[in-house]
């Protein structure tokens, strides 16, 4: 599995609505609303590099009101949810 943190500026009137369509989407699995430079960050996960053209340039970067996105690829991912089920192996309880 293939993760992408996309950060995207949208047309600030519209945030709830573009952040609902881009949510809407098969390959993002959570949609956050941020302060700062960007007003949105989209967690794009697919199964191949290629899908990654087809979720961000493809479908999010054509929703009404999106108007720049920053994609960054994850080389690895690192959660407490996956450490602790780590440690959880061979405990009973």
Do not use: C, N, W
């Amino acid at each position: 599995m293939i993760t992408a943190i996309v950060l995207i500026k949208t047309s600030v009137d519209r945030i709830p609505e573009i952040a609902e369509a881009v949510a809407a989407l098969d390959s993002v699995s959570e949609v956050f609303s941020v302060t700062g430079t960007y007003d949105l960050i989209a967690m794009v996960r697919v199964a191949k590099h290629d899908d990654l053209a087809d979720a961000i340039p493809g479908r999010i970067s054509k929703i009404p009101g999106v108007e720049a996105t920053d994609t960054h690829v994850a080389f690895r991912t690192y959660s407490q949810h996956d450490l602790e089920a780590a440690f959880a192996i061979g405990l009973d309880g």
